[in-house]
């Protein structure tokens, strides 16, 4: 499978994944900003969202990055990524420690970690509105639930439009398929790593953070009380700084 991407930039590549809320459009804010820094802002669509088709077999999103980093003929990568793409970005750092310097996640999945009651009957809202036919809905559930008050109607429009577009391309496939089981070991992860959550997320990835930042040796967590989910969009003027230091100034040595 090959990855709708663009760049932005030159200097040392970093890597863009989205949240599975939206698409490679969320980063808009960071491209230039990034570009301006001296980095390569590369950012991709993940099979079934934003300009990349659903998977036509089982398939695998740390070894899609893999193979288009290896097309663009990058060797080593910045790792920049949200919610969904985090669990992504986790993964591929853990299968391909050399490959990555550094890991920023914000507001990240971790695959395992028990859904709140919060959590749960967001799901179960969003699969009684998605089995129903009712997209339009199921995209503005996602809106209210992952979207945090420093957001302005703009930004919310532009969740609402790629989730929606993100369920159109999923419930128009064929098939469904499966992620493959792959094995990896978070202990592996050897990149310097910055975790974000948000005071106004739910509490889930408050806790992934938390636990993240015990189990990995060069990591530290940064709480944002004006934050929901997606911090990247509702606030990128305070975000960005944050990133920016991060990706200059390498963490701490553990112990």
């Not at 999945?109 to 799901?123: T, Y």
């Given at each position: ?7 932005l ?8 994944v ?10 808009q ?7 301006a820094a ?7 669509d ?10 036509a ?8 990055l893999?193979?288009l980093?290896d ?14 793409g985090?669990?992504?970005?986790l ?24 859904a709140?009651?919060a ?5 179960e ?10 997209l339009?809905?199921a ?31 999923q ?12 094995s ?6 050897t ?17 992934i953070a ?17 934050a ?7 606030s ?20």
């Amino acid at each position: 499978m090959t990855l709708a991407w663009d760049s932005l930039g030159a200097g040392h590549p970093v890597l863009l994944v989205h949240s599975t809320v939206c698409d490679r459009r969320m980063w808009q804010p960071q491209m230039s900003v990034l570009a301006a820094a001296g980095y390569r802002a590369i950012r991709c669509d993940l099979q079934g969202f934003g300009e990349t088709p659903a998977p036509a077999a089982p398939y695998d999103d740390a070894g899609d990055l893999d193979a288009l980093l290896d097309a663009l003929g990058v060797e080593q990568v910045a790792l920049v990524a949200a919610s969904g793409g985090g669990q992504v970005a986790l993964e591929f750092a853990a299968r391909r420690p050399g490959r990555v310097t550094a890991l920023a996640l914000l507001a990240t999945a971790l695959a395992g970690h028990p859904a709140s009651p919060a959590r749960r009957a967001f799901a179960e809202r969003e699969d009684q509105l998605l089995a129903a036919g009712e997209l339009e809905a199921a995209a503005e559930l996602n809106v209210r639930t992952w979207v945090g008050p420093a957001a302005d109607e703009q930004t919310r429009a532009r969740v609402r439009d790629m989730q929606r577009h993100n369920f159109e391309v999923q419930l128009a496939a064929a098939q469904e398929f499966p992620e493959l089981d792959t094995s990896f070991d978070l202990a592996d992860i050897t990149a310097d790593t910055l975790l974000v959550s948000g005071d106004h997320d739910l509490i889930d990835f408050r806790e992934i953070a938390v636990e993240l930042a015990g189990r990995l040796p060069r990591a530290r967590h940064v709480p944002l009380p004006w934050a929901g989910h997606l911090p990247s969009l509702e606030s990128p003027e305070r975000l960005n700084p944050l990133l920016l230091d991060f990706l200059r100034t390498p963490a701490a040595a553990p112990g």
